[in-house]
Structure formats: structure tokens, C-alpha cells
């Protein structure tokens, strides 16, 4: 038992070690490809696109939300909104009838469905060749939507462009801990753009081409990340996806733990779920990076966070039953020298050898994250915040996600 739980530990690092390797490469290979391009960016054309802002209790962030999108770098006559209130059960629907009177706003009401009914509402009522979604808790820096479009006027092939989300308001430890988050995730999203791999085009402020949706039909539940579902389902037929690192766009972030928690299950949950209903994809070559990299990432991921997980827990178990027979076998004394957490319970060799590996790889995408969005090289102490509160419950998050995939449990959106 003991050799096969070696073979499975090994066989995790071993590919995790060469996920990070494959990224590193590639950000070798396209580093010179990292210009944050200054504002007053100039296009040939400035093509109509239509923003869908999908709402549910976002009393205090949709009119933020609404002004960031009039306050684009772009042409206002060649921006349409289209505002969707889901139901909500607060004064979201007073705060969107401001904005009623404007000449290049819609504003929708309907009953709660969830975000992708309040989406595909929105997709009925645009006629532009170009569509985005942004969260209602979301802000768009004022040149987000020009540079997103250049990516279109760059390669007519292009049939969706995602930014760089960043985190807004980090008031306390929790939400400091995820900034660096978000700059982990621009890097592997940057990296999985150069490989033609994205798997998640989020919901603040990706642009698509309407053709997506005309062709591939409109947005899904998809577990409740209806943006990892379209994203699938372009890949799956082979839609081009790009990311655009210097269009940023800002979003709120759990402010507690406990919404943290149902965040990422939530998200995890999606992952996993959407994953098993793509699985066809698996290493098909006409699939790409995608097929051979991005989903095998992901499995990895999961198998990895397992395994570590019940090992731990296992050899926690065996300790505290051999102490347990230790005291029943010799009763309980009290030493000159009392400790109360022997360390050398797990097998340190391999855990040491699996975090180092960890912490490197991962300090230094956040790093090379913030110098791709921000333009500056350094370390911050919301780094040591990250690694000290994803550390402890990242392993919870997924065995959670897991389990409720098991017994079929859908996770809470909030």
C-alpha cells in the first residue's frame, strides 16, 4: 500500500512540476510580447458592441458598474447597454431606471432565473456584431474596451477576446490574500492565450462576436458558470480565444470567509462538472493545447489536491491511533520535556519537496502577473496573505467540490 501511495505522489509531482515547466516556456518564448500600451489607443474602425450588464442584488454596485461603461475610451454612439435586473429583491430595479432616459441604454426586468436567463434576455435584444458581458460588480478601466478591440482588428479570425480581472476594494486579510490571485491567473491565462488553450472566458467584460452565439446557440447553466460552459463550447469547435492582459477590468471580491468558500466551490463544482460533461475532448488532436494541456491540467489538479488531502488525513489518523494505543497499552504520563505535535508523522521529504516546488512556481507567475497588468516587479506581503490562506483551505474547497458532485448536490450561487 505503502509503494503504491509512493507511486501516485511521485506521478502528482511529476505533473505539476511539468505544468509549471510548459508555462515557464512558453512565457520564455513570448515575454517580449508584454507591452502595456499607453492610453489614447487608435483604431482603424470603431465596430458597434453591445454590453449586456446581467443584475441581481446590486443596489450599491450597479450604478458604478453602468458609469464605467459611459466613461469608455470609445465612441458612445457606437456602445449600446442593455441592463437586465434578475429578479432582484433589493432596490437594484430603481437604481437601473436612472438610467432609463439615455438614448443608447435598454433597461430589462424579468424573474429570477439565474445570470445566464438574464444573459440570454440581453443576446435577444442585440443586433451588433459585437457582444460583451459585464458583471455588475464589475468596473472597466476606460481603456479596457479599445484594447479588447484591437485584438479584433488584429485577427479577423478572432471570435472572442477576455481581459485581465483584478481585484477592487482589498479592505481586509481575506480579500488581500486574492489579489495576488487575480495576478496568478492573468499569467496562466496570458500563457494558455499563446497557446490557444483558454478554458474560461470570464464574465466581466469578455468580448465575442454575435456569430458565437448565432452559431453555437446561447448561453447554458453550465453548473452555474455559464462562462466556463461557452468557453468549452468553443473550444469544442475549435473557436479562436484570445486574452488581452492590458484591458483590465475591476471586480469585487468576498469580503469573508464564508463567501469565499462558496465561491470557489461554486467554482470548483463548475470545473469539475463541466469538465465530465466535455470529457469527449480529452486528447483529441483536433482540439489542440486544449485537449492535451488545459483539461489534463485540471484533472491533475483535482487528483493532486485528493490525494495530498486523504494522505494527510490518513497518516494523521495512524498517528493519533498509535497514540492512542500508546496510552492504553502504557497509560498516560507526562514527560520532562512535553511537546503536543509531532511533524515527522507525515513523510516530509516528499511534502517539503512538493511545496517548494509550489510556492516557486506560483510567486513567481504572481510576480510575472503583476509586472504583465501593473508594469512592476516586486513581492508584497498580500503574497505571503495568499499563500497563507489558500494553503490551508484550497484542500477543502476541492474535497467539498468533489463530494458534492458525488452525491449530486448543486452549490449555493451566494
Known amino acids: 500500500m505503502t509503494q503504491i501511495g509512493d507511486i501516485i505522489f511521485n506521478i502528482c509531482i511529476f505533473a505539476s512540476v511539468y505544468i509549471q515547466v510548459f508555462l515557464l516556456v512558453t512565457f ?58 434578475d429578479g432582484s429583491t433589493d432596490n437594484t430595479w430603481n437604481e437601473i431606471l436612472k438610467f432609463k432616459d439615455r438614448e443608447n441604454i435598454k433597461v430589462l426586468c424579468k424573474e429570477n432565473g439565474g445570470k445566464y436567463t438574464a444573459l440570454n434576455l440581453g443576446l435577444r435584444h442585440v443586433d451588433t456584431e459585437f457582444v460583451g458581458c459585464l458583471d455588475a460588480d464589475s468596473v472597466a478601466h476606460p481603456e479596457a474596451l479599445v484594447r479588447l478591440m484591437s485584438y479584433f482588428e488584429r485577427d479577423p479570425l478572432l471570435m472572442s477576446v477576455a481581459p485581465s480581472v483584478l481585484t477592487i476594494r482589498t479592505k481586509n486579510m481575506v480579500q488581500k490574500a486574492q489579489r495576488p490571485e487575480y495576478y496568478l491567473a492573468a499569467f496562466v491565462k496570458k500563457m494558455l492565450g499563446f497557446l490557444g488553450a483558454v478554458h474560461v472566458v470570464p464574465g466581466p467584460l469578455t468580448i465575442f462576436k454575435k456569430e458565437v452565439f448565432d452559431k453555437l446557440g446561447p448561453y447554458r447553466r453550465g453548473h452555474n458558470t455559464e462562462d466556463l460552459e461557452i468557453t468549452y463550447r468553443m473550444q469544442k469547435n ?28 461554486r467554482w470548483i463544482y463548475g470545473s469539475i462538472n463541466n469538465l465530465i460533461d466535455y470529457r469527449g475532448l480529452l486528447f483529441k488532436r483536433r482540439h489542440g493545447n486544449f485537449s492535451f494541456f488545459t483539461l489534463p491540467s485540471i484533472i491533475v489538479a483535482i487528483l493532486s489536491v485528493s490525494y495530498l488531502f486523504g494522505m494527510i488525513v490518513y497518516n494523521a489518523g495512524d498517528y493519533l491511533y498509535s497514540k492512542f494505543m500508546q496510552i492504553k497499552i502504557t497509560g498516560i504520563y507526562f514527560s520532562a520535556s512535553p511537546h503536543f505535535f509531532d511533524p515527522f508523522f507525515l513523510n516530509m521529504k516528499a511534502v517539503f519537496f512538493l511545496m517548494l516546488l509550489f510556492y516557486f512556481f506560483n510567486l513567481f507567475s ?40 458525488v452525491v449530486s448536490r448543486n452549490p449555493s450561487w451566494r
Open 28 to 85: 520564455l518564448e513570448n515575454k517580449h510580447k508584454f507591452v502595456i500600451r499607453k492610453e489614447g489607443l487608435q483604431l482603424a474602425t470603431y465596430p458597434l458592441v453591445t454590453i449586456i450588464i446581467p443584475c441581481w442584488n446590486e443596489e450599491e454596485t450597479v450604478a458604478r458598474t453602468v458609469a464605467s461603461v459611459l466613461g469608455l475610451n470609445y465612441p458612445q454612439n457606437k456602445i449600446k447597454l442593455v441592463i437586465v435586473d
Open 238 to 265: 475549435n473557436f479562436k480565444i484570445e486574452q488581452c492582459h492590458d484591458a483590465y477590468v475591476y471586480t469585487n471580491t468576498p469580503s469573508t470567509l464564508k463567501k469565499l468558500y462558496k465561491q470557489r466551490i
Open 366 to 405: 504572481m510576480i510575472v502577473g503583476r509586472k504583465m497588468v501593473e508594469g512592476k516587479w516586486y513581492l508584497s506581503v498580500d503574497m505571503l496573505y495568499f499563500f497563507a490562506l489558500f494553503g490551508v483551505f484550497t484542500p477543502v474547497w476541492f474535497i467539498k467540490a468533489i463530494f458534492d458532485t
